[in-house]
């Protein structure tokens, strides 16, 4: 598609929407936990999904050790301390056709999805029922709702190739032995504030597993939805690529627009192994609040892989255009000899939203190399932060990282910051750095608008065209979706 | 009459102590070229800015109009369209958009005002490649970003290549020779000799002669605290490389005084 075409469309969907589209509630007899927060909950939580007694042992673990933990503020970004008794932890959508003693929780739902639910999410655009635009036709989704997964696509395909992609509450019944042997050796239960939390009372997730020497022919995806209020959503995802294997995964995410601040706390875990290549895309939106940001989504994600075999590779390409407060930054362990980390990132802010967002790359095997594109946007009176650390153990002969940093502002009170941290333990560690900040000028505009083009067309490929160079990572649906986010939330912030 | 400026006020917006433009006068008509000398602040390139529309100026008085419309009730991008153009004092760097497309963008946005039918890529390619060879222009500079990484010679030969692609009815040079050595300086003056029409307009606003020798206008106007004081052929361009502007601004503030 031509880059004209594609910014066309832009402007055909500036022209039909403003605001927050994906801000509609659903309307649905749900099963919600009363608020609170104890270790009955946790306990309730795990017999509500039937789980084994291992499960309950992890989630009894990390919670017990949360209650040591004092919630992190080191991020830029001001928030009043979360009162984490004002949530409710679980919630889903009732199933009429299976209650309490359903064997395997949600299995039978989604079968029998809820039509409110999945109206929702057909609006949203998401294909829970194998169908879809033909655009999409060529996606496995696994559609999360509040804190259940609602239906998983085209698993049957998968399967022929050996492929699981299921909810993680399914793995933990049908596949124990891997979740066993996977779940917290990226990120432990300890690991943090918010990953203990998730460890703790963690709602849904998906499992993605991909045997030997298998090329995955079709994209894996996974879309998040909060719909009640006050509830949290902590999911939990592990994605097992095994040796010489390859597979695209994208992740996307909304919320109703509310007026009390929602909790998401996720933790992913990704585990790459000899060979294998792993593409991991997340478009977020979640509701970034109303003009002031108050009751946006308070996204506190820890996203980590691992590149265990030589020769892995593991990209994290993102595009974080929502939620009130962002805290995330998906990480490399590049573990495994010659094994690649790459971290493509377009975070936007605009209003009052506060994102502190960048990456670790920790090299520990020989030849790694490591890459790293941040493109910060800041508009309104929001603050951008990078934070970024590449670390070389001593072991890492050769290791080689490449940052680059670009901010831009829009507008006169917004602030973008970069924190880069960079350790190194062995002198034969090659590092480059490049950063730059710029501004969306009047000078800009005026250029653009001097040769005819109209002020948002102008905003749109000025805007994209700082991005380009992260985009062009994205799968070909999600780089557009991603533009039109841009666009949309960009709207009205210049002059 | 292509442009007519009359008794135009202008200041800066929101700063009425700011008077810039006081009064001008200046009626160019289609074919013309037009040269606007004049010392530092004498309101040069606020009158380029006007004209083209820039915000950070206010108009307080006078009219401008384009073919018979009234200009000044046109946004930049309507004036663009209807075919004013512009060549920056500084033109500027947007990274990671290819010349391509923005020129693609910008060329059928003029289109559409002419109810014509927009140029798809291969389309606009052979347009363009006609242009480069018109000018001689470096056969890459479509695919570059825009002004990134270009010297100031090269920024200000994009903006006559951009100048080429648009083919406006009224050019506004903004000291478009600032800062050119003399080789740039032959590749605009080049420039604006082979976009020469008799249906295309120049206002070439300079304070060095050198340009002007390259592309001789046919009227040259000598422009001092907001106002044309002066206006001739040519020749004037001599007269004020051998006696400066004293004379000119000092008989000018006599007559002020006296009136």
Request: charged share 25%.
């Amino acid at each position: 598609m031509s880059e004209t075409t594609q910014y066309q469309e832009i402007n055909d969907l500036l022209s039909k929407n403003s605001g927050y589209k994906e801000g509609f509630f659903t309307q649905t007899v749900v099963d919600t936990f009363a608020k609170g927060l104890n270790e009955d909950v946790v306990r309730a939580i795990s017999a509500k999904k039937n789980e084994p007694q291992w499960m309950l042992d992890f989630r009894l673990k990390a919670f017990a050790h949360w209650k040591t933990l004092e919630e992190p503020h080191w991020a830029k970004a001001s928030y009043d301390p979360i009162d984490y008794q004002d949530y409710s932890y679980y919630s889903a959508p009732e199933c009429n056709s299976c209650s309490s003693d359903c064997p395997t929780g949600n299995k039978g739902m989604s079968m029998e999805m809820d039509p409110e639910v999945a109206k929702a999410f057909s609006s949203l655009g998401v294909p829970v029922n194998g169908e879809g635009s033909a655009q999409k036709a060529n996606i496995a989704v696994d559609a999360i709702f509040d804190s259940v997964s609602v239906s998983t696509t085209k698993r049957e395909e998968l399967e022929e190739l050996g492929i699981i992609f299921c909810s993680f509450s399914e793995a933990v019944h049908d596949h124990p032995e891997l979740v066993q042997q996977y779940l917290g050796t990226v990120v432990p239960y300890h690991d943090n504030y918010f990953a203990a939390l998730n460890s703790a009372v963690a709602s849904d997730g998906t499992f993605v597993y991909i045997p030997e020497g298998v090329r995955s022919p079709i994209d894996l995806s996974t879309y998040f939805r909060i719909n009640e209020a006050k509830t949290g959503q902590f999911e939990r995802t592990i994605l097992i690529a095994d040796k010489n294997s390859y597979v695209s995964y994208l992740e996307g995410c909304s919320a109703p627009v509310r007026d009390s601040y929602q909790l998401h706390a996720a933790v992913v875990e990704v585990i790459v192994h000899e060979n294998a290549e792993v593409k991991y895309s997340t478009v977020q939106n979640w509701y970034p609040g109303d003009d002031n940001c108050e009751g946006g989504i308070l996204n506190f994600v820890t996203k980590r892989g691992i590149c265990e075999g030589a020769h892995a590779k593991l990209s994290w390409t993102q595009a974080e255009t929502g939620s009130a407060i962002t805290w995330k930054y998906p990480s490399c362990i590049l573990k495994g000899d010659h094994s690649i980390g790459e971290f493509y990132s377009v975070a936007l802010t605009n209003r009052r939203q506060q994102a502190d967002t960048g990456t670790k790359m920790i090299h520990i095997g020989k030849n790694t190399r490591s890459t790293i594109i941040s493109k910060g946007l800041s508009a309104g009176k929001s603050d951008n932060t990078y934070r970024g650390l590449v670390r070389i153990l001593p072991s890492a002969e050769g290791a080689r990282n490449f940052t680059q940093c670009d901010s831009m502002l829009i507008g006169d009170q917004c602030g973008a910051h970069t924190f880069p941290y960079i350790e190194v333990e062995n002198a034969s560690a090659k590092m480059e750095h490049e950063a730059t900040t710029s501004r969306i000028g009047e000078d800009q505009l005026f250029y653009c608008q001097q040769r005819g083009i109209s002020e948002q067309d102008a905003i749109s490929m000025i805007v994209n065209g700082f991005c380009k160079d992260v985009f062009s990572e994205l799968p070909l649906e999600f780089a557009q979706e991603a533009e039109e986010l841009l666009a949309i939330s960009l709207e009205g912030s210049v002059g | 009459m292509l442009l007519s400026v009359e008794n135009l006020h202008a200041q800066v917006a929101d700063e009425p102590e700011k008077a810039i433009l006081k009064g001008l006068n200046l009626n160019v008509k289609p074919g013309e070229v037009h040269a606007i000398m004049g010392p530092n602040g004498a309101g040069k390139s606020t009158l380029s800015s006007v004209l083209a529309g820039r915000e950070d100026y206010e108009v307080t008085a006078g009219t401008v109009s384009l073919s018979g419309e009234d200009l000044l009730e046109l946004s930049a991008e309507e004036r663009a369209r209807k075919g004013v153009f512009l060549a920056f004092q500084y033109p500027v760097e947007i990274p990671g958009v290819s010349n391509k497309l923005f020129m693609q963008t910008a060329v059928n946005a003029i289109r559409d005002e002419q109810g014509l039918p927009a140029l798809d890529m291969f389309d606009f390619d052979t347009y363009a490649q006609s242009k480069i060879d018109l000018l001689k222009m470096p056969k890459n500079l479509l695919d570059r970003s825009v002004n990134v990484g270009f010297s100031g010679g090269e920024k200000k030969r994009n903006d006559i290549f951009q100048m080429a692609l648009l083919e406006p009815k009224l050019c506004i040079l903004d000291e478009t020779d600032s800062g050119l050595d003399i080789d740039a300086m032959k590749v605009v003056a080049n420039g604006v000799n082979s976009l020469r029409s008799s249906d295309r307009s120049f206002i070439v606003v300079t304070h060095y002669q050198r340009l002007l020798d390259y592309i001789k206008p046919d009227f040259v106007h000598v422009l001092f605290d907001g106002q044309i004081i002066q206006s001739g052929g040519f020749e004037l361009v001599h007269e004020l490389e051998e006696k400066g502007y004293d004379d000119l601004i000092q008989a000018h503030q006599q007559q002020q005084t006296q009136k």
